[in-house]
């Protein structure tokens, strides 16, 4: 379950990529590079705009609902306490330090 609202998140991603680059800004922006100039001979001006506009607020709707629904039901919670890797490793033994015996200074003649 959680592989196909994933799915459906990126999908939903990459659709909203798609709709918000195809708006026609002030100077055109990239909409005549991805088509969007045309959409207008096929809805009329006014009714594209308003398609593209209504779609862009569905879409990020969906892509909001949808992070919050894997983020609430699939994540695990903060509740649960989870050992990271580091934290699994048993402490290292300590080696026991050699005593180095004190130097004696030769005897003197």
Same mark, same amino acid.
Request: glycine residues 10%; neutral net charge; hydrophobic residues 45%.
């Given at each position: 379950? #959680?592989?196909?609202?994933? /799915?459906?998140?990126?999908?939903?991603?990459?659709?909203?990529?798609? @709709?918000?680059?195809? $708006?026609?800004?002030?100077? *055109?922006?990239?909409? *005549?590079? +991805?088509?969007?100039?045309?959409?207008?001979?096929? /809805?009329?001006?006014?009714?594209?705009?308003? /398609?593209?506009?209504?779609?862009?607020? #569905?879409?990020?709707?969906? +892509?909001? @609902?949808?992070? /919050?629904?894997?983020? +609430?039901?699939?994540?695990?919670?903060? *509740?649960?306490? $989870?050992?990271?890797?580091?934290?699994?490793?048993?402490?290292? $033994?300590?080696?026991?330090?050699?005593?180095?015996?004190?130097?004696?200074?030769?005897? $003197?003649?």
């Amino acid at each position: 379950m #959680y592989t196909i609202t994933l /799915f459906i998140e990126i999908v939903i991603s990459v659709l909203l990529v798609i @709709v918000v680059l195809m $708006q026609s800004s002030k100077g *055109g922006g990239l909409a *005549g590079s +991805f088509g969007g100039s045309n959409i207008g001979a096929v /809805f009329g001006v006014r009714r594209a705009s308003d /398609f593209l506009s209504k779609a862009t607020t #569905y879409l990020a709707g969906a +892509f909001l @609902v949808l992070a /919050f629904v894997i983020n +609430f039901l699939f994540l695990p919670r903060s *509740g649960q306490q $989870q050992q990271s890797v580091i934290q699994s490793v048993p402490p290292a $033994q300590t080696v026991p330090s050699t005593e180095i015996p004190e130097a004696t200074p030769p005897p $003197q003649e």
